[in-house]
């Protein structure tokens, strides 16, 4: 970690994340789908980008970042498999601020990490700045109401999975493989098996992370662990392009405690949609 009185800063290398999805026919990963809409090609999902940050964050926080920790990215661009991008993590008194840009220097993400929850995180400012959509103007999502609620859904990311994974994760870092620990990508794929509950309604559409935010609780949670999930949604908006979901999963282990609280946000792109057509 590079370190000035005024602002300590982490930069990591340069890494070059791969599209693990290229195979998903039909959705924002696949070549000639992405390529419709308006992308350079299948998109690398963002809650990979967010595993870049982690060493730095272990840095300033340590290992207990993993227990109680919380990460929060807004992404700005898309990237494409093996297109090389930096982390940037810059200590703040409150809350870290997280930056990630490609060679060019374009910003891929920004956003917030801190020790705790975070009340001024990343996603939170952004969802109060948004104005809900007016009633009868969504047609992807008209289906789903803000407030709706699914509870009792088991989640679980098996070992095999995790350790399989490492072969191409962008910090294969020791706490995953030796206490198969979730990195924050492994996180985002146990609560996205709510998907289904949380916006099954959907409407036929191609979908893709605009934000994430992980929060432990009570962690750090693991590969081969069942737990429960619960899912409410928290807004509805959007945009000329897009009809957006917001929403938060709060994960429970066996016992029925809480121990982890993940927000989406998921753009739905309008011109995917037959209902834009």
């Known amino acids: 970690m ?3 009185h005024a602002s300590p800063v982490w930069t990591g290398e340069f890494r070059s994340p791969r599209n693990s999805a290229a195979e998903v026919k039909g959705s924002i990963h696949d070549d000639a789908t992405a390529s419709k809409l308006g992308f350079r090609g299948g998109t690398v999902a963002g809650s990979i980008h ?39 993590v810059e200590a703040g008194a409150e809350r870290a601020r997280l930056t990630m840009h490609d060679v060019p220097g374009d910003q891929i993400c920004e956003g917030t990490a801190s ?5 001024q995180s990343e996603l939170s400012k952004r969802i109060d700045g948004q104005a809900q959509a007016a009633p009868g103007s969504l047609r992807i999502l008209g289906q789903i109401a803000v407030g709706e609620e699914h509870k009792d859904i088991p989640v679980r ?30 996180l985002i794929r146990l609560t996205h098996q709510v998907r289904k509950h949380a916006v099954g309604k959907a409407g036929t559409s191609v979908g893709l992370f605009g934000a994430l935010e992980t929060q432990a609780l009570a962690g750090p ?12 949604m928290l ?43």
Do not use: C
Request: charged share 25%; hydrophobic share 40%.
């Open 115 to 119: 020790a705790g929850p975070d009340a």
């Open 157 to 186: 990311v098996e070992a095999e999975h995790l350790l399989k994974s490492l072969e191409t994760l962008t910090e294969p870092l020791p706490a995953y493989r030796d206490g198969l620990i979730l990195p924050p990508s492994h």
């Open 235 to 277: 807004k509805l908006t959007e945009s000329p392009k897009t009809e957006n979901a917001w929403y938060e999963v709060l994960v429970a282990d066996g016992a029925g405690k809480e121990v982890a609280r993940v927000v989406y946000y998921l753009r739905f792109m309008k011109a995917s949609s037959p209902l834009w057509a």
């Open 2 to 4: 590079s370190v000035t």
């Open 221 to 232: 949670l693991k590969a081969g662990v069942d737990y429960v999930a619960r899912t409410k």
């Open 50 to 88: 967010m595993d870049q940050f982690v060493p730095g964050l272990l840095e300033l926080y340590g290992d207990a970042w993993f227990e109680t920790g919380g990460m929060s990215l807004y992404f700005t661009k898309a990237t494409t498999d093996g297109e090389a991008v930096q982390a940037t």
